[in-house]
């Protein structure tokens, strides 16, 4: 739910993966690319994610006729 509340309005999740005490991976798409890495800086201050380390694995801009998008997966890897 955390994750949902941090996504920017032009960014769909299309899928979390969490692994109990290890992992949380998010994949979905954007936009734009500056609203991944708002993201990013959302849950880094969220609560909920403040045991994990954060970072883009991928950030993949794909073009279309009306206009393009940029396809991403976000790690949050827990620490300690």
């Given at each position: 739910?955390?994750?949902?509340?941090?996504?920017?309005?032009?960014?769909?999740?299309?899928?979390i993966?969490?692994?109990?005490?290890?992992?949380?991976?998010?994949?979905?798409?954007?936009?734009?690319?500056?609203?991944?890495?708002?993201?990013?800086?959302?849950?880094e201050?969220?609560?909920?994610?403040?045991?994990?380390?954060?970072?883009?694995?991928?950030?993949?801009?794909?073009?279309?006729?009306?206009?393009?998008?940029?396809d991403?997966?976000?790690?949050?890897?827990?620490?300690?």
């Amino acid at each position: 739910r955390e994750a949902y509340q941090n996504c920017p309005a032009d960014t769909t999740l299309a899928n979390i993966s969490y692994e109990e005490d290890k992992q949380v991976i998010l994949r979905g798409s954007s936009a734009e690319l500056n609203s991944v890495f708002a993201f990013v800086s959302a849950l880094e201050k969220s609560p909920a994610f403040a045991k994990f380390g954060i970072k883009v694995r991928y950030a993949t801009k794909k073009k279309a006729v009306s206009a393009g998008s940029v396809d991403f997966e976000i790690a949050c890897l827990k620490e300690g």
